[in-house]
């Protein structure tokens, strides 16, 4: 069974693909801001990782993109 865990790892996994971690740091030493495009991605994929964890029943293929935003 698929739980709350997995989702939120999947989560991250997208989140470390647009790098955040790189923009967030840039943002500390430059004082330049994550650009808009990273941050609203950032809260989309939160808000999809919540809309499916809190799922009574969690799809096995949660991973597919069809549930997570386009991140072009």
Same mark, same amino acid.
């Given at each position: 069974?698929?739980? #709350?865990?997995?989702?939120?790892?999947?989560?991250? *996994?997208?989140?470390?693909?647009? *790098?955040?971690?790189?923009?967030?740091? *840039?943002?500390?030493?430059?004082?330049? #801001?994550? #650009?808009? *495009?990273?941050?609203?991605?950032?809260?989309?994929?939160?808000?999809?990782?919540?809309?499916?964890?809190?799922?009574?029943?969690?799809? /096995?293929?949660? /991973?597919?993109?069809?549930? =997570? #935003?386009?991140? =072009?």
């Amino acid at each position: 069974m698929i739980g #709350p865990a997995q989702v939120e790892a999947e989560a991250r *996994r997208r989140k470390t693909m647009l *790098r955040v971690d790189e923009w967030q740091l *840039r943002a500390y030493v430059t004082g330049r #801001p994550v #650009p808009d *495009r990273i941050v609203q991605l950032c809260e989309q994929i939160d808000f999809a990782a919540r809309a499916l964890a809190t799922m009574s029943v969690i799809p /096995a293929d949660y /991973a597919d993109d069809l549930y =997570w #935003p386009q991140i =072009w």
